[in-house]
């Protein structure tokens, strides 16, 4: 086999994919790897008829073929017959890839028909077939050697095949004898082989097991609801907005499964409609929908707000008179299903489909998988929606904080005790003549910056005296970029740990008082200099009044009248002397 065509078939392994093979049966065309058939046969020429072109195409397809033959046919007669159709017959033997037996050779070979031997036996086949570069193992059984008192242990031996057979790359076919074989026994055969050929009026005709068919439809079926199952959560995967969400859910069912149809309706918490999806209804969803629109629940949304389960209705036509979809799902069978996550009903999903598919308990529970799958997705979106919102809203408040910080002129910060990282809320790095984002938000680029007589201090205080939750003030100053110095006042709260007391940050608001310190400073010079004048002016008033009250006084012993008439200024001006000092003492 060549390396593309291996490639090939990996792929095709890894995809699903089966690979088919031709049978090389009129009638019967391809089919896949892992076919187990029959053939019910009344003469010799029934059998040359089939296996002679089945095993020639298995030969041309590069398989490995066995045919254990019985009577009629001997395993001279099978070769001549196979050498007569084939012509290059002696190059497929003399490789290996053609083995024809005797019943007793493989069947019987202990001298008793065991069934777990014989399918070993084709196991270990299918093994070598692979291993000496074959495609896989076709094969052919003739029953006709088969006893009554072996019929039951046989029929359970080709359940078993039939079971399992699909796990390999084998062909099977089994030849029955019509003259051997009781009505209930052709039965037993068709049940175990996935069809059966048998000749009527000198046409073959291919049969198949109603029980068969039936299982296998549904088996086809279930796979359509897993890939509708996949569909549906690749969709939720990828499907960020809601409303489009439970749309291409409802239309997944419709197209991949092929549901009759399917519609969701959504509440808010006081039971009000907020969003509707549908598919395979079109403009007969409305009135339902104005309904809900009400408040009014049709009847199986009503019974499922009560029941955790699906809810099975068999006739909608008959229990759902009054509801607007009674008619356009007339003939389907309907389940109806709430979405509900952590105890929150989200909404109702009702799909419809034939009848045998709700009564199918596989099916419900397919059906309530996905409905959990889904109502998960609209909780997770709903909390998303809900952080987001949180999220706007924290943003918008640092914004305002930052903004408010900026025209308070303060430099509002928090720095995490635990990892040194401040996270600042005003123009810290304008503040000190940096670039934007200069500045560093680190505990230690914070302590670099502060002068080293003012850390000394600092570094002196001690965080268990700090009670956590109140402002504690300090003043210190601040290495500008130029190397100059301004002075903040730090209004800080310490936060600490809730159960452990453990302190975790600080919560600050510095505002620079630089100007205001110098301002401060200025006037304190200003007011000594004024109190020395102050003391010079009152002094020398004093002298002042002390010359005029004497002068008055010698007019007096002359007998005239005083010159002056302010002597009682004196007191006044003790009493301004006094009260400037207290002034300065204040100050």
């Known amino acids: 086999m060549s390396k593309n065509r291996k490639r090939n078939e990996t792929q095709k392994k890894e995809r699903g994919v089966k690979e088919t093979r031709r049978t090389g049966i009129e009638g019967v065309g391809d089919v896949p790897w892992g076919t187990h058939f029959c053939l019910f046969y009344h003469i010799t020429d029934d059998l040359i008829d089939i296996l002679v072109p089945y095993f020639k195409a298995g030969l041309e397809n590069n398989e490995f073929c066995m045919w254990v033959t019985s009577e009629p046919l001997s395993v001279d007669d ?7 159709a084939v012509k290059e017959f002696d190059t497929y033997s003399k490789k290996g890839q053609i083995e024809i037996l005797d019943y007793s050779e493989w069947y019987t070979q202990s001298g008793k028909f065991e069934a777990d031997t014989v399918l070993q036996g084709w196991v270990e086949k299918e093994r070598l077939a692979l291993k000496n570069g074959f495609d896989g193992l076709r094969l052919t059984g003739n029953t006709f050697w088969l006893e009554k008192s072996d019929w ?3 029929t359970e031996y080709e359940a078993t095949v039939d079971s399992v057979i699909g796990n390999y790359r084998m062909i099977a076919l089994c030849s029955y004898s019509l003259d051997k074989c009781r009505a209930a026994e052709v039965i037993d055969v068709v049940k175990n082989h996935r069809f059966a050929l048998i000749r009527r009026a000198g046409t073959w005709e291919l049969i198949e097991s109603a029980e068969r068919k039936k299982a296998e439809a549904e088996v086809k079926h279930l796979n359509l609801v897993l890939k509708a199952i996949r569909n549906v959560n690749q969709m939720i995967v990828r499907e960020k907005d809601r409303d489009r969400l439970i749309q291409v859910v409802c239309s997944a069912l419709i197209e991949t499964i092929g549901y009759h149809s399917a519609w969701i309706a959504l509440f808010d918490e006081a039971g009000g409609l907020v969003a509707q999806a549908e598919a395979g209804l079109g403009e007969a969803f409305l009135p339902l929908v104005e309904r809900l629109k009400r408040g009014v629940l049709p009847d199986c949304g009503q019974r499922v707000l009560s029941e955790p389960d699906v809810v099975v209705t068999k006739d909608p036509a008959l229990t759902c008179g009054d509801c607007p979809l009674a008619d356009k799902v007339n003939g389907s069978g309907m389940m109806t299903i709430r979405l509900e996550r952590d105890g929150k009903v989200y909404g109702l999903w009702c799909v419809t489909c034939p009848v045998e598919f709700v009564e199918s308990k ?13 109502a998960f997705t609209l909780h997770d979106m709903e909390q998303g929606e809900k952080r987001r919102g949180a999220e ?3 943003r918008e408040s640092e914004k305002r904080f930052r903004i408010a910080s900026q025209i308070a002129s303060d430099v509002v910060y928090e720095r995490d005790l635990q990892t040194g990282i401040a996270t600042f809320y005003g123009d810290i790095d304008t503040h000190l003549g940096y670039d934007l984002g200069e500045f560093p938000r680190t505990m230690e680029g914070w302590r670099e910056h502060v002068h080293p007589e003012d850390l000394a201090w600092i570094d002196r205080q001690s965080i268990d005296q700090l009670e956590p939750g109140v402002p504690h003030g300090i003043e210190y100053r601040m290495r500008k970029k130029d190397g100059t110095y301004m002075t903040w006042w730090d209004r800080i709260i310490l936060i600490r740990d809730g159960k452990t007391g453990k302190p975790l940050k600080f919560i600050g ?12 400073e200025a006037l304190k010079k200003q007011m000594v200099h004024v109190e020395r004048l102050n003391q010079l002016f009152v002094g020398r008033e004093h002298r002042m009044v002390e010359l005029k009250r004497e002068v008055n006084a010698l ?3 002359l007998g005239e009248p005083p010159k002056y008439e302010a002597p009682e200024m004196v007191d006044k001006l003790k009493e301004d002397l006094e009260r400037g000092t207290k002034l300065k003492g204040q100050r």
């Open 78 to 84: 099978a070769t001549r017959a196979l050498m007569e």
């Open 152 to 154: 039951k242990a046989f």
């Open 362 to 374: 596989d099916e419900q529970l397919l059906f309530k998988e996905v409905a959990a799958d889904l």
């Open 392 to 394: 706007d809203a924290l």
């Open 509 to 520: 608001a510095a505002t620079d008082i630089t100007e205001r310190k110098k301002a401060k």
């Open 555 to 557: 007019l007096a012993k």
